[in-house]
């Protein structure tokens, strides 16, 4: 089923977008896709989309999830993580699963313009991401955020750097790899006084990878360092929004267990589906047309009948 989602043939029904630069540090922005509602209202819901490692706001997902809220009356954001969609320019940093603090400047700028129903969702890398926003944002959590989900977040960054080890992960492993070394040499080529492009050729696994470039470049010691303090795990108790985490039970790189362990069950903000098949991020059902993605339709449904809820309320 991952493989199948990543080759599917889709056609996207989306107005063209306004391109926006969100800064989130001094020297850096991140691109960002809006489609606004007409009247561009500040009460209408706002579902901002964070994508996965080594995707980009043009993912297949991203734009099926964006198509689904515009459709169903969203303002919808799709953003790029740092380097990602052609936005290298736009940073002198690389990108890690631990920078969280990019997307609370989105929405503390969003906040600021008087958008008043915001929601975040986000995949895989994308879902760690606006988990660990969400946890670490806690009892501050701004009445703008209405609620966050996360499909097949990595929020156990170890065990899944671990997974993709595993032989019958060869492949996945392979096209990671292959696409962040491809960004790093792209990186060293835009900015040569701050990166090496030579010494790097044995690196075959992501965790090599993280070894290598990520950590040291972030401070950390090692990978392992640079997991304990990226991964959303250790935050999953603190969220105080309504979080919906998506996951399946068959996902091959991001373990059921290690989702299971970060204690999502107990936190009763958490709204916790996790089907026994649907691969990675992928949840193909038998139904066609708008419902053939599951997990796309159950973020835009538990969007917005939290919305209907508060506007009620």
Not at 194 to 220: C, H, K, L, M, Q
Request: proline share 5%.
């Amino acid at each position: 089923m991952t493989v199948a989602s990543a080759f599917w043939r889709r056609r996207f029904v989306l107005p063209a977008p306004e391109d926006r630069l969100f800064p989130v540090d001094p020297e850096s922005r991140i691109l960002g896709h809006c489609n606004w509602q007409p009247g561009k209202e500040k009460a209408t819901p706002l579902l901002a989309l964070v994508h996965g490692l080594e995707g980009s706001s043009d993912s297949n997902y991203m734009r099926g999830i964006a198509e689904k809220a515009w459709q169903r009356g969203f303002h919808v954001i799709r953003l790029n993580q740092r380097n990602c969609g052609g936005t290298e320019l736009l940073t002198p940093t690389l990108y890690n699963s631990g920078m969280s603090a990019d997307y609370r400047a989105v929405l503390e700028e969003l906040a600021a313009e008087g958008f008043v129903k915001i929601f975040f969702a986000g995949y895989s890398m994308g879902g760690n991401l606006v988990t660990k926003m969400a946890g670490e944002l806690g009892e501050i959590a701004p009445s703008s955020l209405r609620g966050v989900a996360a499909v097949c977040p990595a929020l156990n960054l170890a065990s899944c750097a671990e997974a993709l080890e595993r032989a019958d992960n060869y492949f996945y492993q392979r096209h990671f790899v292959a696409g962040l070394m491809s960004r790093y040499a792209k990186k060293a080529r835009l900015f040569p006084q701050r990166y090496s492009s030579n010494g790097f050729a044995r690196i075959r696994t992501v965790r090599e990878f993280d070894d290598a470039i990520t950590a040291p470049n972030f401070g950390y010691r090692d990978a392992q360092e640079y997991y304990e303090a990226a991964g959303a795990k250790c935050v999953v108790d603190k969220i105080r929004v309504p979080y919906l985490l998506i996951t399946a039970q068959d996902d091959p790189f991001v373990p059921f267990g290690a989702i299971c362990a970060s204690g999502v069950e107990q936190n009763p903000c958490v709204t916790f589906d996790a089907p026994r098949h649907g691969g990675h991020c992928a949840f193909i059902s038998s139904q066609s047309g708008a419902e053939r993605f599951w997990a796309e339709s159950r973020i835009v449904d538990f969007c917005e009948d939290l919305s209907a809820k508060q506007l009620n309320g």
